[in-house]
């Protein structure tokens, strides 16, 4: 609780103290001034005893409230400074939590795994399954790698990474569409856009590609990309006509902390068949 003060500064306060003073200290020396005739009257002890208490109880009572305002500045000073310390302590837990959230996110997202938020647990996520193979004759399996942002003035910088993690892949094609959840809703941010043919060799080696969003992505900042296309194996045996090998991956991405994510098998399905209903042909996943 903050102690009451009387509205009066501490400078007035000194001027108030150091007139009582020089008061007190004329009337010490009443008998000597009081030869002359004008000061006669401070020769008078009834005069000059009430005189000293008042101005002795002035100085007191400002003393007493000079100090009542230095408590209540040094309890403001003390509030600021903790308020300060509490902002600052606060965003380093901000950035720390976005951090271990994003950590979190993209390392459960590389072994197929998601935090459900709405039912607390931790679900078995969607792969890019047209991609897996097994058996002894492993070709190359292209997925997203990361992804990163950059906020500018009216939209997003997005940079999408992706890398071979099976083999080496070459002629890769493929197409990619954003599609942000409003509510129970979807809508496409874009859609079926065409990237040229990359002749380079895909390897383990990431690789990006940006483009840039727009739209109320501050009020829906989570979005989902898939990559669709084709690709060679660049270790397969020359032939007539090369084997394509279909490419379709769906991630989800926050923009507020800054990571992507593997979809559950649920959400998987939702977008999957959005996508496909709006007439885009999406490999069968």
Known sequence: MKPLSVDISNDALNIIIGLATLIIALISFGTEIGKYKTF????????????????????IWSTVIKDKNNDIKNSNDIEIRDSINQKKFNESLSKTSSSYASSTSQTMAKYYLKYDSTQHKIEKAVGDSIQNVSGKNLRPFIEIYDIKSEQLLDTVNIKTFLHSSQGVAKKLNFRYCNVVR?????????QAFKTPQLSANI???PFYFEY????????NPIFYICIYGDYEDANEKIRRKPKKYSLLTIKSFNLKSYSFAALTVREYSW??????????KLPKG
Do not use: H
């Not at 006669?40 to 100085?59: D, E």
């Not at 409003?182 to 874009?190: K, R, S």
């Not at 977008?271 to 885009?280: L, M, T, V």
């Open 182 to 190: 409003i509510g129970d809703a979807l809508q496409f941010v874009n």
């Open 203 to 205: 390897t383990s080696d």
């Open 212 to 219: 840039k969003l727009s739209g109320d992505l501050k009020s």
């Open 271 to 280: 977008i999957y068949s959005f996508i496909i209903k709006n007439g885009i």
């Open 40 to 59: 006669k009257f401070l020769k008078s002890l009834s005069f000059r005893i009430p005189v000293l208490l008042i101005f002795s109880i002035v100085i």
